[in-house]
């Protein structure tokens, strides 16, 4: 071989091995750039501490009053009621409020601001409550069941968001059911969202009127849905009967009620950014919560995804914040009491929001240890 030819042989050589070289680094960027687009989506895993370790507290609402943070729980307490499928032994009888200054820090325990024996009409299970502000006052929102033992939602009254409240004569007119919560749209207007399926007894009001026996659709049929009433300007009555709230998939069909992952079961919760509606809710029995948006607050309201996956404890239960700029996830675990489901407490996140308005997905961790 002349040098002519060595040097010819030598410099394709050369290309071949740098477009290979470059085709490779090309092949493995590519590859890198995968994960970093899947970490936008990913499952955020969290281990956060409970807030109140004094007693325990579930079903956490909570607000910005007066630059500070305030949290309306449930009070859980062993009250020696058997565990059942409707949560009779969830047989809570008061509300403390705390409050915060700073996001995780010092948590301030205001006491007892409400009692069963201070509510007139109610005789036992005040569960998940709710908090409003309009013109200096406030209002805490609270199911509980009256002497026929039906769930009805009452309304207390306070000059100050820690309490004490003073409770209304009687329960609002029209209402049923539990969970109630209360957004403030940006027009002034207040609505309730409230409901849930099982224990909470939304299933017998299908019909319009109350049913002495549980009454379920089938599988096939559209799932119970949560209800929306616009409140009066007293914030203690409704101002319309309430409505039902349609939840859709992505191609516009009514969820249904085989769909456990996805359909209303209780803790429905909204808040707004921009212009959209997040309705947030608890699946219950596959122990998720989820979110829907619209541009409406009366929906209909298009599933999205999921905000927290199931925690310690068969309960999901959740409200949404923004607070100093930053969004965040109120909710409960049985951490603290080793997984007994009817003694959960109260803990908080940070929300992250992508650039087209979905949500993270959260998993709250738990230790290892705990069984």
């Not at 325990?109 to 024996?117: S, Y």
């Not at 036992?124 to 199911?143: C, H, N, S, V």
């Not at 921009?274 to 009366?298: C, E, F, M, Q, R």
Request: charged share 25%; net charge negative.
């Amino acid at each position: 071989m002349n040098k002519l030819s060595l040097y010819s042989t030598i410099l394709a050589t050369l290309i071949l091995t740098s477009c290979k070289n470059n085709a490779e680094n090309e092949k493995v960027e590519e590859k890198s750039e995968v994960p970093q687009t899947d970490q936008t989506n990913q499952v955020r895993k969290v281990e956060t501490e409970p807030l109140v370790t004094k007693d325990f507290t579930a079903d956490p609402s909570a607000h910005v009053f007066n630059d500070k943070i305030y949290i309306y729980p449930s009070h859980d307490f062993d009250s020696g009621v058997p565990e059942d499928d409707l949560g009779n032994h969830f047989n809570m009888r008061d509300y403390h409020v705390y409050s915060m200054d700073s996001a995780g820090g010092e948590v301030t325990d205001h006491g007892v601001v409400l009692d069963v024996d201070d509510v007139a009409w109610a005789a036992r299970q005040m569960w998940a409550p709710d908090a409003a502000e309009k013109d200096g006052k406030y209002y805490l929102y609270f199911p509980a069941k009256d002497k026929n033992d039906i769930f009805r939602i009452g309304v207390a009254v306070a000059d100050q968001p820690e309490g004490p409240f003073k409770p209304m004569p009687d329960y609002i007119k029209g209402s049923f059911s539990i969970d109630p919560a209360v957004f403030e749209d940006t027009n002034g207007e207040y609505y309730m969202y409230f409901g849930g399926i099982w224990g909470g007894q939304l299933q017998r009001w299908e019909t319009g009127s109350f049913a002495d026996e549980d009454k379920y659709p089938a599988d096939s049929i559209k799932a119970i849905e949560p209800r929306i009433a616009k409140l009066a300007d007293d914030m203690a009555s409704f101002s319309e009967e309430p409505k039902r709230i349609r939840i859709l998939d992505k191609e516009g069909n009514d969820l249904l009620t085989g769909d456990n992952d996805r359909r209303f079961f209780e803790a429905a919760w909204v808040h707004k950014m921009d212009d959209t509606y997040y309705l947030s809710y608890s699946t219950g029995d596959t122990h998720k919560i989820v979110y829907a948006t619209s541009d409406s607050p009366y929906g209909p309201f298009t599933y999205q995804g999921v905000i927290l996956e199931p925690v310690l404890g068969w309960t999901n239960h959740h409200s949404i914040v923004k607070f100093n700029g930053k969004w965040y996830l109120f909710f409960h675990d049985s951490s603290l009491s080793k997984g007994k489901t009817y003694l959960r407490s109260v803990k908080m996140t940070e929300l992250t929001f992508n650039e087209d308005g979905s949500i993270q997905t959260i998993n709250a961790a738990v230790q290892d240890s705990i069984n």
